[in-house]
Nanobody
């Protein structure tokens, strides 16, 4: 089992920045790809970004490319999502997820473990 706990969400004005963190505990953090997803009210959960183990490859949804950056600190078992130039349409609950040998698969069902989510609200 891998336990994931997100933090860093909040309320920010459009154009602002937030940095989300996801702390992992339990089973080894190594070998797992990590991803960020988000879900807005009434919408399906969607892929935001992912990073491979140990971090050589990153993948982004087109909607966040150039604005968001995913990174990982393997020694401290933390994954980050730096979000810049935020837009009202980025408002959602953001979830951290871990999966084994994900590759470029952006489907939520490809991931094995999930955090509880953190709310991000961007005001216009």
């Amino acid at each position: 089992q891998v336990q994931l706990v997100e933090s860093g969400g909040g309320l920010v004005q459009a154009g602002g920045s937030l940095k989300l963190s996801c702390a992992a505990s339990g089973r080894t953090f190594s070998s797992y790809a990590m991803g960020w997803f988000r879900q807005a009210p009434g919408k399906e959960r969607e892929f935001v970004a992912a990073i491979s183990w140990p971090g050589r490859s990153t993948y982004y949804a087109d909607s966040v490319k150039g604005r968001f950056t995913i990174s990982r600190d393997n020694a401290n078992r933390v994954v980050y999502l730096q979000m810049n130039s935020l837009k009202p349409e980025d408002t959602a609950v953001y979830y951290c997820a871990a999966g084994y040998q994900i590759g470029k698969d952006t489907r939520p069902q490809a991931y094995n473990y999930w955090g509880q989510g953190t709310q991000v609200t961007v005001s216009s």
